[in-house]
């Protein structure tokens, strides 16, 4: 099984950075194996993709929006999935959602939520301007 756990939200300045991490409980093994996914929802708005990686961790999908600024990338030996997002804006406010997708290719990352199997509780992410 895999039970993603998301990590590092706060409240910060626009402008500045932060780092989320995304942890599963389950196998080291099962969770390598997925691609993952960060996912948003602000107040009154659909959840929206933000970034996916494979499970090789050597391909990753943006959304336009965060381009530039927000990185993903993964640890297999640590089971853990990373968000880092720079100079964050207000509109990046919001509830993030790791998720996981079992079976996927090697090259293949999620940009639809549909695709996601395992989905974390979120994590609250503010930006003040």
């Known amino acids: 099984q895999v039970h993603p756990v998301e990590f590092g939200g706060g409240l910060v300045q626009a402008g500045e950075s932060l780092g989320l991490a995304c942890i599963s409980s389950?196998?080291?093994?099962?969770?390598?194996?997925?691609?993952v996914g960060w996912f948003r929802q602000a107040p009154g708005k659909e959840r929206e993709i933000v970034a996916a990686i494979s499970w090789s961790g050597g391909f990753t999908g943006y959304v336009d929006s965060v381009k530039g600024r927000f990185t993903i990338s993964r640890d297999n030996a640590k089971n853990t999935v990373y968000l880092q997002m720079n100079n964050l804006r207000s509109e990046d406010t919001g509830v993030y959602y790791c998720a996981a997708a079992r079976g996927r290719p090697y090259n293949d990352y999620p940009m639809k939520g549909v695709d996601y199997e395992y989905w974390g509780q979120g994590t609250q992410v503010t930006v003040s301007s």
């Open positions: 389950g196998r080291t093994s099962t969770f390598s194996s997925c691609a």
